[in-house]
């Protein structure tokens, strides 16, 4: 079974670290394995961090989900072993705000982590980043596509008609208008097909 290992310090179920782990586990045969770092040695604090969690577990089990967690120490030394024995994992996921404050005070931060682990170290913000890219890549600008169909309009039932025409009197007459014309048409419809060509698979939805 796969799993990720989830860092945070709030592990409210609402958000956005523990939502992206619930949807990648439910995705895949994969298992959350959640840590929460504190700086305190009480028993009785850490009873308390150990119940928030007991009560993610059962959340967790509602949905079927494989959950085990532990409370550890911010010591720079003690936590990154810690994760290094959770190791192998597909994935560190770590909540938005757990490296602003007690593990960056004490030297662990995403790059220590990164550099330390073999596997992929990110967060939940960086995640929704570059989904949120990805999608707006992916989309159909169609206000640009009507540009495209347009000029290819134009370029099919205006100029190639008169293509002959044109050859006469402009594009071979050897004539340093008649070079740049070549030229000007030659980028034009390179630019309107390649355009229209890249835009098409994502109309229907043909893109790897």
């Known amino acids: 079974m796969k799993k990720i290992l989830?860092?945070?310090?709030?592990?409210d179920i609402n958000s956005p670290v523990l939502q992206y782990a619930i949807k990648a586990s439910k995705a895949a045969?994969?298992?959350?394995?959640?840590?929460?770092?504190?700086?305190?040695?009480?028993?009785?604090?850490?009873?308390k961090l150990e119940r928030q969690l007991n009560s993610v577990k059962e959340r967790f089990a509602q949905d079927g989900i494989s959950f085990n967690s532990y409370v550890v120490s911010v010591e720079s030394e003690v936590f990154i072993?810690?994760?290094?024995?959770?190791?192998?994992?597909?994935?560190v996921?770590?909540?938005?705000?757990?490296?602003?404050?007690?593990?960056?005070?004490?030297?662990?931060?995403?790059?220590t982590l990164?550099?330390?682990?073999?596997?992929?170290?990110?967060t939940a913000r960086s995640l929704?980043?570059?989904?949120?890219?990805?999608?707006?890549?992916?989309?159909?600008?169609?206000?640009?596509?009507?540009v495209y169909a347009l000029c290819s309009m134009v370029m099919y039932g205006v100029l190639y008609p008169r293509i002959e025409t044109l050859n006469i009197r402009l594009f071979m007459t050897m004539?340093?208008?008649?070079?740049?014309?070549?030229?000007?048409?030659?980028?034009v419809h390179a630019w309107?097909?390649?355009?229209?060509?890249?835009?098409?698979?994502?109309?229907?939805?043909l893109e790897k």
């Open 175 to 187: 004539s340093v208008p008649g070079a740049v014309a070549v030229l000007a048409i030659v980028v």
């Open 29 to 47: 045969d994969t298992a959350i394995i959640g840590i929460l770092p504190t700086r305190t040695g009480d028993r009785t604090q850490l009873n």
């Open 114 to 122: 990164k550099e330390a682990l073999s596997c992929p170290v990110t």
């Open 6 to 11: 989830v860092i945070d310090d709030s592990w």
């Open 81 to 91: 072993d810690k994760v290094k024995a959770l190791m192998p994992a597909s994935l």
């Open 128 to 146: 929704n980043v570059a989904h949120a890219k990805a999608d707006k890549h992916g989309s159909v600008n169609w206000g640009m596509f009507v």
């Open 192 to 205: 309107v097909w390649g355009n229209t060509v890249h835009i098409l698979p994502k109309m229907f939805n």
């Open 93 to 111: 996921l770590a909540g938005d705000t757990v490296f602003s404050d007690a593990l960056k005070n004490t030297g662990v931060t995403l790059k």
